[in-house]
């Protein structure tokens, strides 16, 4: 038994290089599956715990008039209503370098007896006095400001005025305010009334008693206690039931998870295939030792387990390198998806169960890669492995490949004989191939996918050929306001539209939605379009567009749309407490959009009452540059302030798309990391595959120098047949880059968007796989030429 440790210590210390080769290899993909099960575990328990932890409302209850205390007390008194508060949220504006943003007002009951859709003080006040606000730590950036600073803040019905930001908390039920380009705000009502509205509390927040993670459970006690509520003289305007118990952003999140999980295993994969290539050539450069060992009384089976005894000692190394950085890695990407889902990490532990996958994965997988060369290597014939010479006469004859190439005479002898080397060993070649086709696709794949997400996001220009919208506080007649609009200079085109929130009726007339606090996930809004309309360019999918002639027509985009609905059905969708009954029309696809149905302008306005009114302007300028827009938005604002007309809201065009674009980043991040490590393992495995080329044809290359090849001659030899299996691989990466972007594109957009991603090409990222590839297969070859060209004609002519 010491006899057979010593051999194995001598084979690891023999080629070093290689040794250390495999356990890098191997530590990458341990590392990837450590980084990516390690993140997808702490995520997951922090995502709950964050957003559990806020206490989130079961459902939320739009009322009027406003929610007394003695309501209030009633309502936590009502069978199934385990507790209930008052908010008010007011979406207002604020000035940031000289131009309005978006700011969303959560007027707070009572700051110290918070018990729904909490959130935790970072620094400063705890409770708010008046003229003051608490800011959501991500509104930080958006607003340029940092506590104790004051900024401009403007209600509907107020006028702007100077708030102070007294304090910093932190609410993980939100989005992070950079993604919505808009900021987050805690007041008092006494604030609310300073800033100039007179509005009580309107929202009743409440919790639900057993089966709270039941939807229809919930959706039962919120619509009986909205039948009490109407019974008492409180109007029921919209009830918002989000789904029970889930981040909403945690369905896309676990998604991405797990494809980033399947990919860290196909890295360590690549790993083994590595694996097997080496030890493919380990039993060729050792089939005598095998013989002799196996002469001397050794059986096949001792053979095997002492080269997997080897193997295991290079999966230890590696584990041991791999698990502790795959921790690191984790923090890394973790800490990035907190940043993303706007979570704070309070437990950083990652699970045992993590790096006892790893440590199987590590072992397990590298195992069964060394299984194959291993175990054929050990049951050789003692006669065969002795008479062994290197490469056999077989692999040494003329194939039709080989005849077929030295018909290129213009190639020249050193490419066309490089051109047959590549191609001798079909099967080593393959296994290469694969790794590096493997980084590739990946690589060509997260820039295809960051390709098509831009390109996805263009359309939200090409759909919208207006630049601004502009939300009113209350209807206006529709003439005088836009002939007033119309009057400034660089505008090009204005529009009066409409809008209300709406949800498809189940059986009652309360309007029951999936929206979340923040007024924007999970949201259903009814869009009154002027017929023929100028400023929207619908991709319609199926059916046709709305017409004046068809008054009764509704188009659903594809958030809106379910299964069951067809061309032709009529849908009811509530409009105010009211069910109202369309014809589908047809069907369009939307992006940037929430589920939206489109109606006809003048039925909108009867159905509201208010024909002749708009409660919207869209408008559309000469130059639709992001700062020929900002200048003219500032005017419209001015035109605004000057005719008193109450805004609710103000948003361009690319304020929209920055924020739809900011969902991307952590994804496109995360798959080019996934495509360098798979990419340094194909680099790895190329030169695994040049070495046991070159060991195989020892023998012939000491022919070659005897006979006068020069050191530069052999070089090039082996240059060139890395440069042939590297640009075989770009061109199969390539095409396999376009399946799987396909399929990715096809999973991110239904994800995002609920549509598929264009299939895209990214030239740039063709080039620089194309010069990753060619430097890679060029540092791949000097360790095999130095060793080429370091051996003397007398040990090639010699060697067996």
């Known amino acids: 038994m010491k006899t057979r440790y010593k051999k194995i210590l001598g084979d690891l210390r023999t080629d070093y290089l290689k040794n250390l080769m495999l356990i890098i290899a191997i530590a990458i993909g341990v590392f990837g599956i450590g980084a990516i099960l390690g993140a997808h575990a702490v995520v997951n328990r922090e995502m709950a715990a964050n957003y559990m932890g806020t206490v989130p409302a079961s459902a939320t209850i739009e009322v009027e008039p406003s929610i007394s205390t003695g309501l209030l007390d009633s309502v936590r008194n009502f069978p199934g209503i385990t507790r209930a508060e008052r908010r008010v949220t007011v979406v207002a504006r604020m000035k940031v370098n000289e131009r309005w943003h978006p700011l969303l007002l959560f007027v707070i009951d009572d700051f110290a007896q918070l018990n729904i859709n909490k959130f935790h003080y970072v620094s400063g006040a705890a409770t708010p006095q008046e003229g003051e606000m608490l800011v959501e730590r991500t509104a930080l950036s958006v607003m340029k400001a940092s506590q104790d600073d004051q900024v401009i803040v403007k209600t509907p019905h107020g006028t702007a005025r100077s708030i102070t930001i007294s304090g910093i908390v932190h609410d993980p039920g939100l989005a992070p305010a950079w993604q919505q380009e808009a900021g987050y705000g805690y007041i008092t009502l006494s604030t609310l009334h300073w800033l100039g509205e007179t509005q009580g509390f309107d929202l009743l927040r409440i919790i639900v008693n057993d089966q709270g993670n039941s939807r229809g459970h919930i959706t039962d006690k919120t619509t009986a206690l909205a039948d009490w509520l109407n019974r008492h003289g409180h109007q029921v305007l919209e009830i918002q039931i989000p789904p029970p118990g889930k981040h909403p952003h945690q369905g896309q999140m676990n998604a991405i998870l797990s494809i980033f999980t399947l990919f860290s295993f196909m890295i360590l994969a690549l790993a083994s295939i590595l694996v097997a290539t080496a030890m493919a ?307 369009t696809e939307d992006i940037g959009s929430s589920a939206t149905a489109y109606v006809s302008l003048p039925t909108f306005s009867g159905l509201m009452a208010a024909t002749g009114e708009i409660g919207m302007l869209r408008v559309a300028y000469n130059d639709r540059s992001r700062e020929s827009v900002a200048d003219r938005s500032s005017e419209l604002e001015e035109l605004f302030e000057r005719e008193r007309i109450g805004v609710s809201s103000s948003t361009p065009v690319w304020l929209l798309r920055n924020a739809v674009a900011a969902h991307m980043r952590v994804l496109v991040n995360s798959l080019l990391a996934m495509a360098v490590l798979m990419a340094i393992v194909g680099t790895f495995g190329l030169m695994s595959t040049l070495s046991m080329n070159v060991l195989e044809r020892t023998r012939e290359i000491g022919v070659m120098r005897a006979i006068g090849a020069t050191p530069k001659k052999v070089r090039n030899l082996i240059v060139f047949e890395a440069l042939i299996i590297g640009i075989l691989s770009i061109l199969i990466a390539v095409i396999a880059s376009l399946l799987l972007s396909y399929y990715m594109g096809s999973f991110i957009g239904h994800m995002s968007f609920r549509i598929s991603l264009p299939l895209t090409v990214s030239s740039v990222a063709i080039l620089l796989w194309v010069a990753i590839v060619i430097s890679g297969s060029y540092l791949a070859t000097l360790h095999p030429v130095n060793r080429a060209n370091r051996i003397s004609v007398r040990q090639a002519l010699a060697y067996e």
């Open 281 to 587: 050539t380990l039993m060729v450069r050792q089939v005598r030792q095998i013989g002799i060992m196996k002469t001397i009384g050794a059986s096949s089976f001792q053979v095997t387990i002492l080269y997997m005894l080897m193997m295991l000692t290079l999966c230890v190394a590696a584990l041991g390198i791999g698990i502790p950085l795959s921790r690191v890695g984790a923090s890394v990407l973790f800490s990035q998806i907190a940043v993303l889902l706007n979570l704070e990490i309070n437990d950083d532990t990652i699970p045992v169960w993590v790096s006892l996958v790893q440590a199987g994965a590590g072992v397990i997988i590298p195992f069964v890669g060394a299984a194959f060369p291993v175990i054929r290597g050990s049951r050789i014939s003692v006669r065969k492995a002795l008479d062994n010479y290197g490469i056999s006469n077989r692999n040494q004859r003329h194939t039709g490949w080989d005849m077929w190439i030295q018909r290129f005479d213009s190639l020249g002898s050193t490419f066309r004989q490089s051109l047959g080397n590549a191609f001798r060993q079909r099967g080593r070649l393959i296994l290469t191939l694969g790794l590096l086709t493997a980084g590739g696709a990946m690589f060509l794949t997260a820039l295809n996918l960051s390709a098509a997400w831009n390109k996805t996001l263009g359309r939200i220009a090409i759909q919208r050929l207006y630049d601004h919208e502009v939300q009113l506080n209350e209807r206006t007649n529709a003439n005088s306001i836009i002939r007033k609009v119309r009057s400034l200079a660089g505008v090009r085109i204005v529009e009066g539209w409409d809008q209300s929130s709406t949800s498809v009726a189940e059986g009652n007339t309360y309007e029951i939605t999936h929206t979340y606090p923040d007024e924007g996930h999970g949201s259903f809004t009814m869009v009154a379009v002027p017929l023929p309309t100028q400023l929207l360019n619908p991709t319609i999918t199926e059916g046709q567009w709305l017409s004046p002639d068809r008054p009764d027509e509704v188009v659903l985009n594809q958030l809106a749309r379910t299964s069951g609905m067809k061309i032709g059905n009529t849908i009811s969708l509530t409009l105010k407490g009211k069910i109202t009954t369309w014809k589908i029309a047809g069907f």
